[in-house]
């Protein structure tokens, strides 16, 4: 199957610090991406549509220029998390379409504010 | 609002026989639904998919079904082994849109 690769895998920052995710499709190209949060035990909750060369989609109650989204290519989509605190402690997946329906996932970023 | 729900948190199963995980959705707009299995701290694994023209997708051990009318779908593994076990979730979006996921089910596999 297509192959999504997500990078870091874990990461530990300071807080009041940035950090970028990056989320790449690394053998097909993805017109669109999707940025999901995972809190403990719960679901996967969507937080932005990315799609190649435009402003990023937010859902609602995602603050937008605390996430910023960059999807610069049809291989690569980033997410940074702006003046880090705690609370953005989480599980970051990215997941890319490759037409149709089907998407794929990236392994994540486990993201540790201390 | 959570569209797409998995009532049972958890689930235990002896190896051997059958797991079945159910979900239920709200919005009668869906046409794609998949089943993701994850493993902690790792990105979701695509398991099988099912579209709203059919109401039964069979992959290996894994099937899905899909009762348009109730709004269910469950997944059925059957034998279940010790390595099935993980967090599960039901997935489903309307075409060309995003995937709304289940709270997920945490299946055990007793050996």
């Known amino acids: 199957g297509a192959v999504v690769s997500q990078h870091p895998s874990w990461v530990i920052c300071k807080s009041g610090t940035s950090v970028k995710i990056e989320c790449r499709s690394l053998?097909?190209?993805?017109?669109?991406m999707f940025w999901y949060r995972q809190f403990p035990k719960q679901s996967l909750m969507l937080m932005a549509t990315s799609n190649e060369g435009s402003k990023a989609t937010y859902e609602q109650g995602v603050e937008k220029d605390k996430f910023l989204i960059n999807h610069a290519s049809l291989t690569l989509s980033t997410l940074t998390v702006t003046s880090a605190h705690p609370e953005d402690s989480s599980f970051y997946i990215c997941?890319?379409?490759?037409?149709?329906?089907?998407?794929?996932f990236g392994q994540g970023t486990r993201l540790t504010v201390v | 609002d959570q569209q797409v729900k998995q009532n049972s948190p958890s689930l235990s199963v002896q190896e051997g026989r059958i797991s079945i995980l159910n979900c239920d959705y709200t919005?009668?707009?869906?046409?794609?639904f998949l089943w993701y299995k994850k493993y902690p701290a790792e990105g979701p694994t695509f398991l099988i998919s099912i579209s709203s023209i059919k109401d039964k997708n069979e992959d290996g051990r894994f099937t899905v079904f899909l009762n348009k009318s109730a709004k269910h779908l469950s997944l059925h593994i059957v034998p279940s082994q010790p390595g099935d076990s993980a967090v599960y979730f039901c997935a489903a979006s309307n075409t060309g849109n995003q995937f709304y996921f289940g709270t997920g089910t945490s299946l055990t596999v007793i050996p």
């Open positions: 053998d097909f190209q993805a017109t669109t």
């Open positions: 919005n009668s707009m869906f046409d794609y």
């Open positions: 997941s890319a379409r490759r037409g149709g329906t089907e998407a794929f």
